[in-house]
Every structure is written in structure tokens, then in C-alpha cells.
């Protein structure tokens, strides 16, 4: 794992997150975080974005992202999702769960500052949200996040690809 802040220049961050933070970006409910079980929690719920799915564009704000990927050096985009999670009372944990069921590159990119975090199982590694932070794994490693209860929402970017 490898953890790197300041990822973006300034300029192309605050593009980015402006971008992600407009009245004009599309979130999406999903009912679920990391798991169809978690149907019936009425805590497990997200928002996202899917910028690419199953290796195709799914998205029309992906323009955005373009300095993103090209400082990360992706040839092959499997799946590129934006999450939201909506501030709560308190800190609500995700399960445990892989990106993919197969080894290919992950790539967490936090684009506020908060209190969540992610969670790797493997030597119990906790990465704080900070905005401007790039987190590369391996997309196939458990791990699992939270909300936030300091800001209105903890976003992130989860990039999975070759």
C-alpha cells in the first residue's frame, strides 16, 4: 500500500472537487454500501457516481477526471465510482469486502477532509480521509470505510485498473 497526499496540484484538485461538489454533478441513491445483505440496514446506503463501469464509459463528467488519470498512469479503467456518504450522528462502519475478485490495481482518492476512514484488514491499516490523498492497493484486499460525522459528506474516488 502506498499512501501519497498533495496527489493533484492545487489548481486541478479544486477543478475536481468544485466539479464534484456542483448542484450539477449527478449522485445516485444506492441502497447499499458494500454488500446486496445490507438491503435492510437503514444505515448502508450511498450515493455514487459511476464515471466507468465494466471497462466502459458510464458517465458524462468524466472530463473531470482526465489530469487524474493521467498522473495515476492507467492503461485500462475497470471501474471508476464516486462515492458520497452522507454525514450521520455517528461513525457508521461498512463490512469488509474487495473491489474486485481478482488482482488488478485500486486506487482510493479522497476529496474532502474528514473524520472517516478506510480500514484495511491486512495489518489493521487505517487511512484517514484527507482531501488531495491517493491511497493505491491492491483491488482484491478486504477493506472497508465509514461515513463522517464532522462534515456534510466524505467523498471519495475508487479507481480500479490495470
Known sequence: MIIQDNFLDQATFAQLRDGMESTFFPWFFNETRDNLDQKDEIDQFQ?????????????QMDQLLVPFFD????????RVKANLNPWTHKLVKGIYHQDQPFKCKGALYYINTNNGYTLFKKGKTKVNC????????DANEWHMATNCTDQKAKMVIN???F
Open 47 to 59: 450515493f455514487v457516481h459511476y464515471f466507468f463501469l465494466n471497462c466502459q464509459k458510464s458517465g
Open 71 to 78: 498522473k495515476l498512469n492507467a492503461k485500462c479503467l475497470i
Open 130 to 137: 484527507v482531501k488531495n490523498r491517493l491511497v493505491l492497493f
Open 159 to 161: 479507481v480500479n485498473y
